[in-house]
């Protein structure tokens, strides 16, 4: 048994998740992981003696939380709340299905929100943990098609920023991750192959180099391993290529 606090982290099936998982779980940390295909969670090459995994999608706050308090009961308080998942459909405004921004603002804002909600007050009460909120440099700059994904990784950058004002005072830190393009499952989502194709020119005109997840990964875990009393507020990574 791990003496270690519990991590969750949300979005853990694939991409950032993924690797954000495999590097805390080398270092022994017990982890809630969350997603809504449990099964390919299940499949990464993980030590799962110290993993919780759950099925949980980010919009449902109760399911949400019904998890997050089966991992508290079993591994203690939650030191570390990634909030990951997150959902990328590129289109054009004047065609898009509204639909489709009303899934990437539940997903990105509301899901982000319903993490930080469960989590805080306990953090708050012991003066101690960490919340590390996955956005985008779509949070920072804009992009062509990209409308109500920038809206919603903005909405990230603002929420995350006011609330580590709040908490700031109660030594509960709050960082943001604003990572470039990596090709994870993200594109694979996406219905608008005019989109699709705009996008494999922009990657073409900067080199073809995209992230490598891990080094995502491991900037998540350089802002956790730092003293409970520094924050590293945010942390922007890219391919150096990328405008
Ligand atoms: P992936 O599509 O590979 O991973 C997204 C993860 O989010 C999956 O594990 C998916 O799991 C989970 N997810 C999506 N919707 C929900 C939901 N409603 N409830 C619970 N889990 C959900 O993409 P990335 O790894 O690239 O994306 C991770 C984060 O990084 C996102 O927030 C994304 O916006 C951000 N990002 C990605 C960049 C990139 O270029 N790839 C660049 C900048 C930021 P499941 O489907 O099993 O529920």
């Known amino acids: 048994m791990t003496n270690k606090p519990l991590i969750v982290i949300t979005g853990a099936s694939s991409g950032f998740g993924a690797e954000i998982a495999k590097i805390f779980n080398e270092a022994g940390f017990p982890e809630l992981l969350l997603s809504r295909r449990t099964q390919k969670i299940k499949e990464l090459p993980l030590d799962f003696s110290n993993v919780l995994v759950e099925e ?7 399911q949400f ?12 308080p939650v030191d570390l709340l990634v909030n990951n998942a997150g959902l990328m459909l590129l289109g054009n405004i004047q065609n898009q299905d509204p639909k489709e921004w009303q899934t990437m603002l539940d997903t990105n804002v ?16 012991r003066q101690s943990g960490t919340i590390i909120n996955m956005s985008s440099l779509a949070g920072k700059k804009t992009f062509t098609n990209h409308a109500a994904y920038v809206a919603s990784k903005y909405g990230v950058h603002g929420l995350t920023e006011t609330v580590r004002e709040e908490v700031s005072g109660k030594n509960v830190r709050v960082a943001v991750v604003a990572p470039g393009a990596a090709e994870t499952e ?17 990657k073409n005109a900067m080199g073809g180099v995209v992230l490598d997840p891990k080094h995502v990964a491991e900037v998540v875990k350089f802002i956790y391993d730092m003293p409970q009393d520094v924050t590293i507020r945010e942390i922007d990574i890219a391919p150096t290529r990328q405008d």
Do not use: P
């Open 65 to 76: 939380e019904t998890a997050v308090n089966k991992a508290v009961a079993k591994f203690g």
């Open 56 to 62: 949980v999608d980010v919009t449902d706050k109760e």
């Open 110 to 125: 509301m899901g982000v929100l319903n993490g930080m909600q469960i989590v805080l007050n306990e953090m708050i009460e």
């Open 186 to 202: 993200l594109l694979t989502h996406v219905t608008d192959e005019g989109a699709l194709e705009s996008y494999q020119e922009w």
